[in-house]
Structures are given as C-alpha cells and as structure tokens.
C-alpha cells in the first residue's frame, strides 16, 4: 500500500510539472505570437488556467493583444505587487522556446491546451462524481473525447 500510494504522489507530481510547463508554454507563445492569440482567443478561456498570476498575465497578454500593443516582459512584471508573483511572471519570459517552425507552435499550442483542457474536465469530473451527478460526469467524458479532435492550425496547408 505504501508503494502505491508513493508511485501516486509521484505520478502526481510528474502530473503538476507537466501541466505547470503546458501554461507557462502556452502564455509564453501567446505572447510572442499574435496569430496564435488569434486563434486561441475563443477557444481557450484564462480561467482554465486555474491559477491567479496566469490567469492575470494571460489577460493582459489578451488586453494588449487587443490593443496592438508591443509586449515587453518588463513592463509585464511591473503589473504584479509581491516579489513571488514578479518572479514567476519573469520565469515564463526568461524561458527561451525556440521553434524551427510553425509546425512546431502548432504542435505545442495543441499540446498545452489539450493538457490544460484535460485536467480541468477531470478535475471537474471527479467533483462531480462526488457530487452524484452522473449526467454532468457522462457529459464531461464525451467532452473530453473529443478534445483529441482539436487542431489549431496557423498555416493554411
């Protein structure tokens, strides 16, 4: 029981790591690319993100997008009051990502929001299962299923 229990921790922790990485990837390039922000802005809400500095960074990032502004790292931190917040805000950004092509920020934008997707419908999914609502936890199942069935393309061919 011991070892089960220790291989769930770890499969769990492995898990957070994964998923922390897909939203730091997916803020990062985001960022950086304004025709993914186009293609994810309806799709993808902040609030999957789940955590108060993503979501916060996410929708400035979204705000100056909107805006057409230039997004500079810097001017990004200053938004954020404690020491903690402004370091894991300059994490994301000293992060250096480098694609050989679009190919690749496709493939990485699918990748982290189909993970991030994922783990909220299973997190919702489980809470519901406690709550007794089998018909919100079978609706959640096909919800993820065709979930594998999302291609977000920036390229035309």
Known sequence: RVKTNLAYKMQNRKLDKGLTEAKKGLIY????????????????????????????????????HEENKRIYAAELVNFFDTLEDQKLVSEIFNTMIDFTDIKDVEKAVNDHIILIKQYNLEMTRIQKIKDGDLKAVQELADRKRKLKYLNITLTDG
């Open 29 to 64: 390039i985001i960022s950086n690319y304004y025709e993914v922000y186009n293609k994810v802005k309806d799709i993808f809400d902040v609030a999957e993100l789940g955590d108060g500095v993503y979501i916060k960074l996410l929708n400035l990032i979204y705000k100056f």
